[in-house]
């Protein structure tokens, strides 16, 4: 007796290609959000790291804020962020979901608090841990919801057109290291761009 096999009609198929598809459908999201939690961890992680590399600087420099490190060529000062002067891994320099970073030029992908450009002590911070230090930078022209700003993302504020808007590349908020050391995400940007007192302004 010869036994037959049974041969899939084009419906069964069909089915299962359908049944594929709403799977890759429903797990697609999840493997995307999985990755940007990822790369949100790394940044964290970048903003711990610069902490420490501003501590130690600080501890060199009698605990004076500045953004500005000597070049050692001209020795004149250059923003920090600038890849040739800045004192740790240039590597923490850059987001994995900032396409925009060029740590080589003036665009990091974390900003400093542009209202200690004065040499402020670091004891002179009346609330270290709610003030920002360095955050998640916008970059020249980036798309924001309070305005654009043509310039370069290592300096940052809340009002100025001095210094660009914190970037928003996190699930539409930024990761931000504080003066005490900590690093946080904080989804109220609205606090963030209104308020002066994370700022440590007057």
Not at 67 to 78: D, E, R
Request: with cysteine; hydrophobic share 40%.
């Amino acid at each position: 007796m010869k036994f037959l096999k049974k041969k899939f009609t084009l419906i069964e198929i069909l089915v299962v290609v359908a049944i594929i598809g709403i799977l890759a459908s429903l797990l697609l999201p999840t493997l995307g959000n999985a990755r940007d939690k990822s790369r949100a961890s790394v940044c964290k992680n970048n903003l711990k790291q610069l902490s420490v590399t501003m501590y130690l600087y600080l501890d060199d420099s009698q605990y004076i804020i500045n953004h500005v490190t000597p070049n050692p060529s001209t020795g004149l000062n250059i923003p920090w962020s600038r890849a040739n002067v800045f004192p740790g891994d240039n590597s923490i320099l850059e987001c994995p979901s900032d396409e925009k970073a060029d740590p080589a030029s003036w665009e990091p992908s974390y900003g400093f608090n542009y209202f200690y450009l004065k040499e402020q002590k670091l004891a002179e911070v009346s609330k270290p841990a709610e003030t920002i230090f360095f955050a998640d930078s916008g970059h020249v022209n980036t798309t924001h919801p309070w305005n654009n700003r043509a310039v370069a993302g290592y300096l940052i504020n809340n009002k100025s057109a001095w210094a660009a808007p914190i970037g928003l590349r996190h699930d539409e908020a930024p990761n931000l290291l504080w003066v005490d050391g900590h690093v946080s995400t904080l989804k109220d940007m609205i606090n963030i761009h209104l308020s002066n007192e994370l700022w440590d302004r007057e």
